[in-house]
């Protein structure tokens, strides 16, 4: 996927229109459509801008991988994450580290696999025991 796309897969992503973000950015909206189409390519500081505006994980923009947001705390993820705390009766520190936790890609997936074998997945199940081993087996 090239850069144009990644771009207007993140405006799209965050319900952003292309006239938004173009006013965000203080460019011409015909600016961003250039990038979507990739007719032009974004330079270095529009880049760094998107990046620190829209909390866009650098990595992904340029290469595609890893998550497309660096940080997700919509209005929504902090209400679920205020529910969450008082449901589980978590202190801020644990919170925050249960956000650490699943901003890893490693940890992200395996709890996902919990999810997953809670679900009746046996494979899952497989993997998440190959994964802990794995870890068992570096850190003793």
Known sequence: MSIGKRIKECRVALHVTAI??????????????????NEAQPGAKFLAKLVERYQINVNWLLSGKGNMFTARKTEMDINYLADLQERLNLTKDEIEGLID?????ASRDMVLKFIEIKKGNKE???TLICNLQGIKAIYG
């Open 20 to 37: 938004e973000m173009a006013k965000d950015m203080n460019i011409p909206v015909r600016t961003i459509g250039s990038y979507e189409r």
């Open 101 to 105: 936790l699943l901003d890893s890609d």
């Open 124 to 126: 899952a199940l497989e």
